[in-house]
Nanobody, 122 residues
């Protein structure tokens, strides 16, 4: 069992930056690939990025490529999402999730955090 807790969300102006953190419980954190997703009101949850257990593989969806950076610190059981050049359309609840393998589909992730709200004003 892995418990995930996101933090770092908030209100930011367009063009600004935020860094989200996701702290995981348990001693097997490095065995999981970690992903970030977001969900805007009335929309489906969408994939943003993943990172493999040892950080050797990272992947970003086109909408965030070049603006967002995923990283992890296995010694701290934490995964991060650095978000730069934020746009109003980035407004959503952001979720971290854990998977047994690198994946982009929601159904492939078995543990989820509760989400953190990011609001980008124009």
């Amino acid at each position: 069992q892995v418990q995930l807790v996101e933090s770092g969300g908030g209100l930011v102006q367009a063009g600004g930056s935020l860094r989200l953190s996701c702290a995981a419980s348990g001693r097997t954190f490095s065995s999981y690939a970690m992903g970030w997703f977001r969900q805007a009101p009335g929309e489906e949850r969408v994939f943003l990025s993943y990172i493999s257990g040892r950080s050797s593989t990272k992947y970003y969806t086109d909408s965030v490529k070049g603006r967002f950076t995923i990283s992890r610190d296995n010694a701290k059981n934490t995964v991060y999402l650095q978000m730069n050049s934020l746009k109003p359309e980035d407004t959503a609840v952001y979720y971290c999730a854990a998977s047994r393998t690198i994946a982009t589909a929601v159904v492939d992730y078995i543990y989820w955090g509760q989400g953190t709200q990011v609001t980008v004003s124009s």
